[in-house]
């Protein structure tokens, strides 16, 4: 336990060290109530319980401390309890209340204590940084709404939960976490689960009414004996239905998409110059692409683009790593750039002449060629959720139907539901 007074540990310790340790110190002594109203002291009042703590604090606050080292004590100290209620099994609505800490500041007032006015300008700082940023998403995603009514004012933040795949690529970082990624995984895991089985059974609920009404039995009550199953997306039931069709029906009435993927990847397995393979990938990816907007020369701008890509390797025979790093930069052009992340121009217009569903499929049939891509492409939508968060469904509308649209293609595709009865919608 840290004493409180000064002593020789300050020269041999880094000072925020001492923090840390007192803070460990505290969760494990304090009920969580307490544990919240000491942090609020330490990050927002620049006061606490421990005179060494407080010392250290003004002195960190009244030095010429880097903003970037500030946040990074200050993100460490919420890890810190973030980490020990996981591990002991807290609530984890406790977490919430923590991550919501700073949100209830007015950072606008005047103190006259100059020592205040520095460390609340510093926390408003932070609030405003990607490390409170990822804080904020835990509290997100903790805070579980499956099913959620919406409208234009609703923030595209209060929808994350839903989006599972996108768990690990917002969640999981440097901070390395054993307690904390376990939980990710976990949450992730259940919930996929739960998400495909509401799936399945309103797909089972749709058929039978479906079934019902051919067998003209509606008049004699034979719908009612039916077991309702709601729509688990938010998508409505119309949309719901073209999707599911435009995902498992065979193209042209003869091949299904999961059996056209696996003919490309047999049929491209022998000696072929890198060329010859991005040819074969075009009319692959293409096959059964019909733009809406009759103008857009889709299969032109494909093309032009995969033959730009990696152009000086084209006399080359193929290589699984020419054709994964192939994979990836497609992805970085059709989504989001690594080095503009708001740069999604043509994931707009693919979206806007394509469809949805057709974009969707585009980008899924990458993954189904090459499995190993799936991490990229979850990748990559994270990266383009975060260019939305705080934003309003007004605002995004094409958004969360993208977003929705990639949580059933996941179901469907890499899920362990049996979705045949959908062939019937």
């Not at 336990?1 to 020269?11: F, G, L, T, V, Y």
């Not at 692409?289 to 084209?314: A, G, H, R, V």
């Not at 190993?372 to 934003?391: F, I, M, N, P």
């Amino acid at each position: 336990m840290i004493k409180n007074q000064k002593n020789s540990s300050c020269n041999t310790v880094n000072p925020e060290k001492i923090i840390y340790e007192y803070l460990r110190d505290y969760l494990k002594t304090h009920t969580v109530e307490e544990s919240i109203l000491e942090y609020r002291c330490i990050f927002l009042e620049g006061t606490s319980q421990n005179v060494l703590v407080r010392n250290i604090m003004e002195d960190i606050i009244c030095s010429k401390i880097k903003q970037e080292k500030f946040f990074f004590i200050l993100n460490y100290c919420f890890y810190i309890a973030i980490n020990y209620w996981l591990r002991n099994n807290e609530n984890e609505e406790y977490i919430i209340q923590l991550t919501q800490l700073f949100d209830r500041v007015d950072y606008t007032s005047t103190y006259y204590s100059r020592r205040k006015r520095k460390l609340l300008s510093l926390t408003q700082k932070f609030v405003n940084s990607k490390h409170h940023q990822k804080i904020k998403r835990i509290a997100l995603i903790l805070d579980y709404k499956p099913l959620i009514e919406t409208d234009n004012n609703t923030l595209v933040d209060n929808l994350l939960s839903r989006y599972t795949y996108l768990y690990k690529p917002l969640l999981i970082g440097k901070e390395n976490i054993t307690e904390l990624t376990d939980l990710i995984h976990d949450l992730q895991v259940t919930r996929t689960k739960s998400f495909e089985l509401q799936l399945a059974q309103h797909i089972i609920y749709r058929t039978r009414l479906i079934e019902v009404a051919k067998a003209q039995q509606f008049s004699h009550g034979a719908g009612k004996i039916i077991r309702r199953s709601p729509n688990p997306t938010l998508l409505s039931n119309q949309d719901l239905r073209v999707v599911l069709k435009q995902y498992i029906k065979k193209i042209d009435k003869k091949i299904t998409l999961y059996q056209l993927s696996r003919k490309f990847v047999v049929n491209n397995k022998r000696d072929l110059s890198y060329r010859e393979f991005k040819r074969n990938l075009y009319f692959y990816l293409t096959f059964n692409i019909k733009p809406t907007n009759p103008n857009y020369n889709f299969e032109k701008k494909l093309w032009n683009l995969l033959d730009s890509i990696y152009y000086q390797s084209d006399t080359l025979l193929i290589n699984n790593n020419l054709t994964l790093r192939t994979f990836r930069k497609l992805y970085q052009h059709l989504i989001i750039s690594n080095s503009d992340k708001k740069k999604h121009d043509l994931l707009i217009k693919l979206i806007s002449n394509l469809g949805t569903a057709q974009t969707v499929m585009l980008l899924i049939k990458i993954v189904l060629i090459c499995p190993h891509v799936k991490t990229d492409l979850e990748q990559r939508l994270a990266q383009l959720y975060s260019c939305y968060e705080g934003k309003s469904l007004e605002d995004v509308p094409w958004m969360v139907k993208f977003l929705e649209h990639f949580l059933i293609a996941f179901s469907i595709y890499f899920g362990k539901i049996d979705i045949s009865l959908a062939k019937a919608m």
